[in-house]
C-alpha cells in the first residue's frame, strides 16, 4: 500500500508543478521567474520519484536512525552547537541593523575570517563577488527592493 501512495502523491506532485510551469510560460519575465524556478527541479524530482516507483526494485531499505556521533565528547559538541546557533543569531542582528545588501557580504566576510580562518585576500574576494551576485540578481535584474536596516534608520541615512 505505500507504494501506492507515494507513486499517487509523486504523480500529483508532477501534475501540479508540471501545469505551473505550463501556466507561467506566458507571464511576463519577472512574474514567470519564481514558478519555473521552483516547477522545474520539483516536477523532475517527482518524475524521478515516480520512475523509481514504476521501475525500482520495489525494495527500501529500512531507515536510518539519528544519532550523534560516538566519539566526540558532549562539552565539545554542545559549545560547537552554541557557536552555530550564535552564528546564526548574529546574522539575524545584522541583517535587523544594517539591512541586507550591508549584511550579507559582511557576514560572510566575518564568518570566512573568524571562523573559517581563511585568508584576507580569499575572504575580500569572496565577499566582494557575493555582494556583485546579490546586488546584480536581487537589485539590477530583478529590481526587489530590500528595507533599510533599523541602524540606517536610526542615523537618517535611510
Do not use: N
Not at 536510518?64 to 562539552?75: G, Y
Amino acid at each position: 500500500m505505500h507504494k501506492y501512495a507515494s507513486l499517487i502523491l509523486s504523480a500529483a506532485i508532477m501534475l501540479v508543478s508540471g501545469a505551473a510551469v505550463v501556466i507561467a510560460m506566458d507571464w511576463p519575465l519577472k512574474a514567470k521567474l519564481f514558478p519555473l524556478v521552483i516547477g522545474i527541479p520539483v516536477f523532475c524530482m517527482a518524475a524521478a520519484e515516480v520512475a523509481w516507483g514504476l521501475f525500482g526494485s520495489g525494495q527500501r531499505g529500512e531507515a536510518m536512525d539519528f544519532q550523534l556521533s560516538d566519539q566526540t565528547p558532549r562539552p565539545v559538541a554542545i559549545r560547537r552547537s552554541l557557536q552555530a546557533v550564535a552564528w546564526m543569531l548574529g546574522f539575524f542582528g545584522v541583517v535587523a541593523l544594517l539591512g541586507f545588501p550591508i549584511a550579507i557580504p559582511l557576514f560572510v566576510f566575518l564568518y570566512l575570517r573568524l571562523q573559517g580562518r581563511e585568508g584576507w585576500l580569499f575572504s575580500v574576494a569572496f565577499s566582494a563577488v557575493l555582494w556583485v551576485v546579490f546586488y546584480g540578481v536581487f537589485d539590477r535584474l530583478l529590481h526587489l527592493p530590500f528595507p533599510a536596516g533599523l541602524l540606517q534608520g536610526w542615523l537618517g541615512l535611510a
